[in-house]
């Protein structure tokens, strides 16, 4: 685990910033889309690259995914989780330091770290898609992802711990694989049970914040 930073700023696009609110700005510009359920075929195919910047009907998407990611308690959503066959996924965590990290990327490229340099970290993952169940998953303590902003300039994110498995969940997202992809056999299907005990539950759950947040 990379030691804890100095400076524990929010970091809006991989910048520190001196304020932010609670409420992300795209939070509250969002509206509330349906999150699709693993089985939905945009789930399970990868998705295609985001070949126009700088348009309202992007902007309008990013601000969509941060209102339901937030009434979801979510850390990170993939634009093919709301039914939209691109790739692009946004997030709003705080890491394993108490920092927060807001933003979006699109296109996203995940730097291969050598097995040399490779550290795994295995902790409890859940998905959005999957409401309900989490289960234990190994995945690399360091992320770096390269892609670009709503306005296409280059974008590089780097994360450690949480935040990075953060990265490499909604990146999988976008080849089309969930998280169950990667566990055994007898994992998945015990967290598809679990789903389908608990789900109703977490949908009650979710329409209730967004209530609470006049969405």
């Keep these: 685990m990379a030691d804890a930073p100095q400076d524990r700023r929010v970091r809006v696009q991989g910048e520190p910033v001196d304020a932010y609110p609670a409420l992300a700005p795209e939070t509250v510009r ?121 306005h296409g300039r280059p974008l590089t994110i780097e994360g450690h711990g949480y935040f990075a498995r953060c990265l490499q969940h909604e990146t999988d997202h976008l080849h089309g694989r969930l998280y169950l992809d990667r566990l055994p056999a007898r994992a998945r299907k015990s967290a598809l049970r679990e789903m389908a005990d608990r789900q109703a539950d977490v949908f009650a759950r979710r329409a209730a914040n967004a209530s609470r947040l006049g969405k």
């Design 30 to 150: 969002g509206a509330v889309r349906r999150i699709t359920v693993v089985g939905e075929p945009v789930l399970h195919r990868r998705c295609r690259p985001v070949t126009e910047f700088g348009t309202p009907e992007l902007a309008r998407l990013v601000d969509d995914m941060f209102a339901t990611n937030h009434i979801a308690e979510g850390a990170g959503l993939a634009a093919n989780q709301i039914d939209v066959d691109l790739q692009l996924f946004i997030w709003d965590i705080t890491d394993d330091w108490g920092v927060r990290h807001v933003g979006h990327l699109a296109n996203p490229v995940l730097e291969e770290t050598p097995a040399t340099h490779r550290r795994l970290l295995e902790e409890p993952e859940g998905c959005l898609s999957v409401p309900g169940p989490h289960r234990e998953l190994a995945r690399p303590d360091h992320a770096v992802a390269h892609g670009f902003d709503l």
